[in-house]
């Protein structure tokens, strides 16, 4: 086989949009990020109807453009909780606010191949809003989150995802200066909530995107 690589990526995220279709998520696959981009904008947020968007820390849905394409629609109202400029209550009572809105954007810090969500959380606002809420909840996910199950999800985030983003957000964490998960008590620790989000309730309610490109942390 030629192209063997792009052949084990295609065939493992099929496996994985068939587990997750198995508990319920209504599941996708796209081929890169300008696809995913593009299935969310032209396809998955007009058939839910939705007018009013927020969006989860997520670095996968910052690549995408997805952020910025939505506030260019003057038909749509947009709590923007990427915004770097508000201060911080008025960002906490954003992300409140955000809990309520039509349509709920997001990535996953990792995905397991017998099709679960497997997040970590500083304050909750990401996770709360995956589980209830907003009526629709899009997830996109780059292949490099796929892991075997539960346990691999959660050393994936503990021993990588969780440290690289205390050094993203520049955090005053143990982690931010060694790499390595300390269990920490900082005050500004990023390790709160876990969740694991076993099937979608409704069925369809959460909506996957798993794309065949490496994307975020």
Known sequence: M???IAAYSSRRLEAVKKALAANNFDVHVAADAAAAAELVLTRLVPETGAKSFSFGGSGTVAALGLVAALLDNPEYTVLNTTDKGLAPADMYELR???LL???????SNAVTETGQLVNLDMIGNRVGAMHFGPRHVIVLVG???IVPGITEGMRRIKQFAAPAN???LD???PCAKTSFCQDCKSPERICNVWTIT???FPAGRVKVVLIDQ???I
């Open 2 to 4: 030629e192209n063997f």
């Open 96 to 98: 409140r606010k955000a």
């Open 101 to 107: 809105v039509d349509c709920f954007l997001t990535g």
């Open 143 to 145: 292949r490099n989150k």
């Open 166 to 168: 205390a050094m993203r």
């Open 171 to 173: 955090k005053k964490t």
């Open 198 to 200: 076993e099937k979608s």
């Open 214 to 216: 490496d994307l975020g």
